[in-house]
């Protein structure tokens, strides 16, 4: 049995954060029902790359899904929203603030239909305050929180990572916000608002530089892959022209660094004794390590840092990640059966679980394809189901 089996959700949200953090419970057994408009389906079901015209990205963000079609904004739909609403556990929801109390489901009438029920309401500005109502995505996020403001060279322009990175941080912290609040309501019978600014999660795995600020007025600068806290930390190419990351985030990890590329005499230097000290003579530590390297193949490399105990991968584009033997022993990625394409596969559960591991049970299905089976669940009739087909509800 699977963890989260015998958890009811319900799913209305578009694109990365909502969805993400529905594909997350769904990987441990909810039973997740995602509820699209029925002439607008969700946007990520054509993201990114598609084969066939079939979208690839959302073959894995809508895994383990059932997928129905609902207008929300129809008084049919709010009726029916209302029935599926008492045998839920969670919704999750990515209108911008005041859609759902606009059509008549505002979280105290969805509360009225199940006290129990947990409403995790994802936006890009949380829902209230000066931007609550402005429309926004996770680029947004990663622009206020500081990473772009520290990513990049540092004779360079602030960078914005070309995938979903403040959309994938917010599902996470919105499927854990879920799990607290379904905890709380195991011990109260009561549900209650989860209230998820994408601006927020991003800015926490900045590190501490509210603090650094609040007390020294520091402002971190772009370093382009060095650190502000220690050293060596960079990418750098070898022989074969293969790039290598390097890390030295321990002091004996930095040790065993230069001790390797033959600068052993630079242990003995006060300055060494730090992450920060180190920082302070990068340029010194990536001439050493940056010339051992690129005097040996990356094999060469890589067997000579794993004898010495010291840190170091190979900088992978998705090829090196497919062929990874320590990834094909995680079994990261999985091979799972696919309507469309026989099998196809896709990134696994997030993390394993020694007794109830997660399971991918079917890939991302076809807009509306379960519409029907949810309906006749509620116990509408095959002519009810006609009708809200005839009026766009459905």
Do not use: C
């Amino acid at each position: 049995m699977l963890p989260l089996e015998g958890v009811r959700v319900l799913e209305t949200a578009t694109l990365f954060a909502g969805p993400l953090a529905a594909t997350y419970l769904g990987d441990f057994g909810a039973d997740v029902t995602k509820l699209e408009h029925p002439t607008k389906p969700d946007g990520a079901r054509g993201h990114g790359a598609s084969k066939d015209g079939i979208g690839l990205w959302w073959k894995t963000i809508g895994r383990n899904k059932r997928a129905a079609t609902l207008d929300l904004s129809q008084e049919d739909g709010r009726e029916i929203m209302l029935r599926l609403v008492k045998n839920a556990d969670v919704l999750v929801e990515n209108f911008r603030p005041g859609t759902l109390e606009r059509w008549g489901l505002a979280p105290e009438l969805l509360h009225g239909a199940n006290p129990g029920l947990v409403i995790a309401r994802v936006t890009a500005f949380g829902q209230f305050g000066p931007y609550a109502k402005r429309p926004g995505f996770g680029s947004l996020a990663e622009a206020m929180s500081g990473f772009a403001a520290v990513t990049g060279e540092p004779d360079g322009p602030p960078t914005l990572p070309p995938f979903g990175l403040a959309d994938g941080i917010a599902a996470l912290a919105t499927a854990f916000a879920v799990m607290v609040a379904l905890r709380d309501r195991d011990r109260t019978g009561r549900g209650q608002v989860v209230d998820m600014a994408i601006i927020e999660p991003i800015l926490m795995m900045l590190g501490g530089q509210i603090s650094a600020f609040d007390q020294l007025g520091q402002v971190q600068e772009r370093l382009g892959n060095r650190s502000a806290n220690n050293a060596p930390r960079n990418v750098y190419r070898s022989k074969d022209g293969t790039w290598l990351a390097v890390s030295t985030s321990s002091q004996s990890i930095a040790e065993r660094v230069v001790k390797l590329v033959g600068r052993d005499d630079l242990t003995a230097q006060p300055w060494f004794a730090t992450g920060r000290g180190r920082a302070e003579h990068t340029d010194e530590l990536d001439a050493a390590v940056g010339g051992w390297i690129a005097g040996r193949t990356s094999d060469e490399v890589l067997a000579e840092f794993e004898n010495a105990q010291a840190a170091v991968a190979p900088v992978y584009d998705v090829r090196g990640i497919m062929a990874d033997p320590q990834y094909e022993a995680l079994g990261t990625i999985a091979d799972v059966p696919d309507p469309d394409f026989g099998t196809l596969r896709m990134q696994n559960a997030l993390f394993r679980l020694s007794g109830t591991p997660g399971e991918i049970r079917w890939t991302g299905r076809a807009h509306g394809a379960d519409t029907a089976a949810v309906l006749t669940e509620l116990g509408l009739s095959d002519a009810e189901i006609a009708q809200l087909r005839h009026r766009r509800v459905v």
